[in-house]
């Protein structure tokens, strides 16, 4: 069995839940946060509660570390939920954004960097043929499937079990991340008239994939998913079910959406579309594209993305879309992705995830990791996990207590076991190896 009850260490974090480990600053800033912000937090999942204990403050970050309040320094893999690929905040981007705010914070109006930036989005995901920019992936997501609607003229959308695409009320069915993770997945609030509309099969299943599109498939507007899910912890599509997905939309006449906003620069400089070599026809994207800031875009065929307002009757809009501070870190993002070495990211990624691997099979542990790239997922579940209802059979107090007895060594993970965990260019090999070498010890012997 896993040893976790027998590490002495480890002991004094479960038992606590992480509140011993508390200094007094934290405590009172959770209980003042608590009076004035639900749950003390402005995103569910931040709140701790899914592995207990009080959440972390953070003061600040530089390169793959993170410092909270009381002074406590941590080796970061949330990473903002993946959006700081070349770690926290980088010399370059830091400089570049304090030489333009000099020149305003919003015009609300047309810019050049706008168009600079929807010209180098287009670049890394040729897909994309034009391009809007809004303010997060919620926005973007909701965007596209209203325009997936109109377009259409269908009011039915396809997700999957376990895929989260940010919190707009179509989306919150059966949906992963912080959703999952609290169990309310079909969310209060959404109309049953709505939440109908929106139709849910388990990932990597073809027979439900067949099944739904033999059924439903002309009244689809779109099937949406993310290629390589990362919201439920990560999962790899299975040979042949992104082709079966192209093949069907397009004989049904839906469209296929691809939710990058974690994938996109992230499994490959031009995403899953690029690693798998399917072309969705819209497109959304995050995280990884401001670098931090608050920026998210959407975009496909030109065909589709004229019938936006004002040339079309699809209404879209947005006080801050093209926020000239948001535009210019997306621009030094992808400067940036071009002139690094992008694949030695996912190489020494893999050291650390192949040696967690290897821990786990010669001690014969009841734990799996999924990995692609940067990001991963360790389950505390034999696995294999290839969808939401396998990714559920994890011990989620187990993994509770994992996260604690990391937190107290000093690496912040992701802090629900539904989440990926990301790697970043500012992770040093050695910094990996010594992660591992506690994960380790964490995890002991069978
Ligand atoms: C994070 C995420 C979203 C939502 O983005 P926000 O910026 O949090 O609104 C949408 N889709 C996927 C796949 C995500 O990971």
Request: charged share 20%; net charge positive; proline share 5%.
């Amino acid at each position: 069995m896993l040893s976790l009850r027998s590490n002495p260490g480890f002991e004094i974090a479960s038992s606590a839940c992480g509140l011993l480990a508390m200094t007094n600053k934290t405590k009172s800033l959770f209980s003042l946060a608590q009076k004035y912000i639900p749950s003390g937090v402005n995103s569910p999942v931040r709140a701790f509660k899914a592995v207990g204990g009080a959440p972390v403050f953070i003061r600040k970050g530089k390169s793959p570390f993170l410092w909270d309040e009381s002074g406590k320094k941590y080796i970061d893999f949330c990473m903002s939920w993946g959006a700081l690929i070349f770690g926290h905040s980088p010399a370059g981007l830091i400089q570049t954004l304090r030489r333009e705010i000099e020149y305003g914070t919003s015009f609300g109006a047309a810019t050049q960097k706008e168009v600079k930036l929807a010209r180098e989005i287009n670049s890394f995901f040729p897909s994309m043929e034009k391009i809007r920019l809004v303010s997060s992936g919620t926005e973007a997501v909701m965007s596209a499937i209203r325009l997936a609607r109109g377009f259409t003229g269908r009011k039915k959308i396809l997700k999957i079990d376990g895929g989260y695409h940010g919190h707009a009320d179509s989306l919150l069915v059966k949906a992963g991340s912080g959703a999952a993770t609290f169990g309310i997945p079909d969310s209060a609030g959404v109309p049953d008239e709505l939440a109908r509309l929106t139709l849910s099969i388990p990932f990597n299943d073809m027979n439900a994939l067949e099944k739904v599109f033999k059924k439903e498939g002309r009244n689809l507007a779109a099937f949406i998913l993310e290629p390589v899910p990362a919201n439920m912890g990560v999962i790899l599509p299975k040979a042949g079910y992104l082709e079966a997905a192209r093949k069907l939309t397009k004989k049904y006449g839906a469209l296929l959406i691809f939710d990058e906003v974690i994938t996109g620069f992230r499994i490959s400089r031009g995403g899953a579309q690029q690693s798998f070599g399917i072309q969705p026809d819209l497109t959304t994207l995050g995280k990884i594209l401001g670098g931090g800031l608050p920026i998210a875009a959407f975009g496909g065929r030109s065909k589709i993305m004229d019938q936006l307002a004002p040339a079309g009757p699809v209404y879209q809009a947005g006080t801050l879309s093209g926020n000239p501070m948001a535009v210019t870190a997306a621009l030094w993002m992808l400067q940036a992705l071009k002139s690094r070495d992008f694949d030695s990211l996912s190489r020494h990624a893999v050291g650390l995830t192949a040696g967690l691997r290897k821990w786990i099979r010669e001690n014969d542990l009841p734990l799996c990791v999924n990995a692609m790239g940067s990001m991963f997922t360790l389950f505390f579940t034999h696995g294999p996990v290839t969808d939401y209802a396998s990714a559920k059979k994890s011990d989620t107090e187990r993994y509770a207590k994992f996260f604690h007895a990391a937190l107290k060594a000093g690496i912040y993970l992701a802090p629900s076991q539904f989440e990926a965990n990301f790697i970043s260019s500012a992770h040093t090999p050695a910094q990996l190896k010594s992660t591992l070498r506690i994960f380790q010890k964490i995890l002991g012997r069978n």
